[in-house]
């Protein structure tokens, strides 16, 4: 798996809930490449709880509107918004568990629609969510000023071991 840099850092008004890391209020996701998939590890944290040790929902449909932008972003070199989510809540998502790994991947393209599917699963790897999100694709040259496009890279070859590790800190 490697980690994939966030082409947003250092950009003047940059603030996303998803994944600015240095918004206060946000969950400060970030993203690998691994295959086909992005992947986040996150730690489920008690502010963002519905019923108690529950995260809520929203917040589950934030993160999996997020890993799923990314796969439009990345894997597909475009810049895009959602047009519609379909989430299942299958199992409650606790939050005093150590992480959730969150995966999305292409399901199908068509002209500039993009299908996307995402998953939140427990430490265990128990699907508890699931999403299919449907996104408005926009080539770089064509994005308008309100979604721009930047290209990301991929950094470090990582383990799954070291990014956990890293949760723990």
């Known amino acids: 798996m490697r980690s994939i840099k966030n082409p947003w850092l250092g950009i003047e008004g940059y603030n996303c809930f998803g994944c600015c890391p240095s918004n206060p209020y946000g969950v400060k996701m970030q993203f690998y490449e691994d295959g086909q998939d992005i992947v986040c590890f996150w730690k489920p944290q ?14 589950q449909a934030v993160l999996l509107d997020e890993i799923c932008g990314w796969v439009v972003s990345h894997h597909l070199r475009k810049s895009g918004v959602t047009a519609k989510m379909e989430t299942r809540f299958r199992k409650p998502v606790v939050t005093d568990q150590d ?5 999305a991947r292409l399901r199908e393209m068509k ?10 699963k427990s430490a265990e790897g128990e699907v508890l ?3 299919t999100c449907t996104y408005f694709t926009f080539d ?3 994005a308008p000023t309100e979604v721009p496009y930047r290209p990301t890279e991929v950094g470090e070859e990582i383990t799954r071991e070291e990014v956990l590790a890293s949760l723990r800190m």
């Open 111 to 120: 002209r500039n629609i993009a299908i996307v599917d995402g998953e939140i």
């Open 140 to 142: 770089a040259a064509n």
């Open 46 to 59: 008690e502010q963002y709880q519905s019923w108690v040790n529950t995260l809520h929902g929203g917040v």
């Open 129 to 131: 969510v699931e999403c």
């Open 99 to 103: 992480y959730v790994e969150l995966r």
